[in-house]
């Protein structure tokens, strides 16, 4: 076994680009960066960060699915966050069952689910475990045209809605009497959580992708700063550590989810510290 | 005055209202003319709240119909008319990133409508809604940050960027000092005199409410209604209490 190189140098630097793999999983890093804590802004402001883990384990049956049928795991997962994201939805809005017990049978259920299938399969292989924990190398060609066009596509409805959800969020009660459908961009909000969620699972892996959407968004929301630059902090954040968990994970051979989301953390860390009063 | 006080901007049509098996609101009725500043008073429970919601449309009668501006609630579509003032002061999230700038703003969201964002004609208003309240020079803080007094000030100038014509207010002056009071009081008659705006005031302050409304209405499940809020009170007070205790008052210290 080979020492690990702990000095990088700028030759070495710039071997991380002559793998084709390691710059798809950039280019789909930052897209996930970019995308995640702009949904999780909304999602923890409204005490909906379970709902990114919750869809996460959901998204877990989806790949299960995905690997039994053998189609890419990507789209199942996708398929299986929007819609259970709109039976969560529909049922915390009957009241018939608690906001976050709907969550908790919708995220045990659906890991039951993922268990069941994948002892189907013949238990877990390498390919399912980088789903789980994220690793570079899972992201293939048509997984990041997939990340990036419905990148895109969030990232519009996002623009889009940018207003009419800033209000849903501060006050949901005061939007509905301005006239606004609050009902429809409630569930805008979950399927493009939902959908947030299938993309970044290639990178940060089914068990840490809401902390990708939740942690720097609480990092940003310790500079008490108006909405827009709150959004700016937590983009800063998200980025800063995409890429360098990205790169440290590459140089280390460290797991890229669990780089990524440590890295986030530290920076949450040195936030508390600089807030102020 | 100019304004017309015989006209029906909101018309309550034998409203009940039933939670599961029980009736909070038993057949109640009630008109609010343009310029009317009318507070509503009654106990916990006797149903203010829920009259209110039902007027803006965020509950459904379970019989009898609600108008606004003549027209039935349930096919009203121009809610930049009417503005609202929730009880936030005691349950927002004070840690929310939003500048007082920002909060104000939302009112206009409704009436730019989906896909637009603010214009100039916006920040324009928004900033004349600030004045009004005198909170331009707090534009930049973080509404957390704000005094109780304050906030409920910028909940004010919400509701008045969206330009309506009447303000829906619940519970205003919970969590809001002795002395921000008053100025809010001479603040509410001020948009009803001079922006000739017409009020809808819950309050379970009854001798503040008394001193300050042109209208009152008592609600405990049914509704009376008087122009003359002082007579009103007094004869209200004494079927309840016989004419020992005249208003007795508890001044709260929060």
């Known amino acids: 076994m080979a020492t690990p190189n702990l000095f990088i140098t700028t030759t070495n630097m710039f071997e991380l680009f002559q793998y084709s793999f390691a710059v798809r999983g950039f280019e789909a890093g930052i897209i996930i960066g970019l995308i995640a804590p702009l949904i999780g802004m909304f999602l923890v402001l409204r005490r909906y960060s379970l709902i990114a883990d919750t869809l996460a384990h959901v998204s877990l049956a989806g790949i299960a699915i995905g690997f039994l049928l053998q189609i890419n795991p990507i789209v199942t997962a996708i398929a299986s966050t929007v819609l259970s994201s709109v039976v969560i939805e529909r049922l915390r809005i009957s009241r018939r069952v608690y906001g976050e017990s709907a969550l908790a049978i919708f995220l045990s259920g659906s890991l039951a689910l993922a268990v069941v299938l994948i002892s189907l399969a013949h238990g877990f292989n390498v390919g399912l475990l980088n789903y789980l924990f994220g690793s570079i190398v899972t992201v293939k060609q048509t997984d990041l045209y997939i990340i990036g066009g419905l990148g895109a596509v969030v990232a519009a409805l996002l623009f889009l809605f940018y207003k009419e959800l800033v209000y849903i969020t501060f006050d949901e009660e005061s939007a509905q009497v301005s006239g606004i459908p609050t009902r429809a961009i409630n569930t805008l909000l979950i399927v493009l959580a939902a959908l947030t969620v299938s993309l970044s699972i290639p990178i940060v892996g089914v068990l840490l992708i809401s902390a990708l959407m939740v942690i720097p968004v609480v990092t940003a929301l310790q500079f008490r700063q108006s909405f827009g630059k709150t959004i700016v902090v937590a983009e800063l954040v998200s980025l800063f550590s995409v890429i360098v968990g990205i790169a440290a994970s590459f140089y280390f051979n460290l797991s890229t989810g669990g780089t990524i989301v440590l890295v986030s953390l530290v920076l949450f860390a040195l936030s508390l510290g600089f807030r102020k009063r | 005055m100019s304004v017309d006080h015989s006209l029906n901007i909101i018309e309550v049509n034998k409203v009940s209202f039933a939670y599961k098996e029980s009736l909070v609101l038993k057949e109640v009725s009630l008109n609010i003319h343009k310029g009317d500043y009318l507070g509503m ?214």
């Open chain 2, 41 to 254: 008073i009654g106990p916990n429970g006797g149903g203010k709240t829920t009259l209110i919601k039902m007027m803006l449309g965020l509950l459904t009668p379970t019989s009898g119909t609600v108008k606004l501006f003549g027209q039935d609630i349930r096919t009203f579509k121009e809610w930049s008319r009417v503005g609202y003032v929730p009880q936030k002061v005691i349950n927002f999230d004070v840690n929310f990133p939003a500048t007082v700038f920002e909060v104000v703003a939302m009112g206009r969201y409704g009436k730019r409508g989906l896909f637009r964002s603010l214009t100039k004609e916006d920040r324009r208003v928004v900033q004349e809604s600030l004045r009004q309240v005198e909170m331009w020079e707090f534009r930049d803080r973080i509404i957390g940050d704000l005094s109780g007094g304050q906030q409920q000030r910028a909940f004010i100038a919400r509701a008045l960027a969206g330009q309506p014509e009447v303000i829906f207010l619940d519970e205003p002056m919970a969590g809001v000092d002795a002395q921000a009071q008053d100025q809010f009081y001479q603040l509410l008659k001020k948009l009803n005199r001079d922006l000739e705006l017409t009020l809808v005031f819950i309050s379970h302050d009854i001798e503040a409410v008394v001193n300050e409304v042109t209208e009152i209405a008592f609600v405990n499940r049914t509704l009376s209604y008087d122009d003359d809020p002082k007579k009103f009170v007094k004869e209200e007070m004494k079927k309840l209490y016989g004419d020992s205790k005249f208003i007795h008052h508890h001044h709260k210290h929060v």
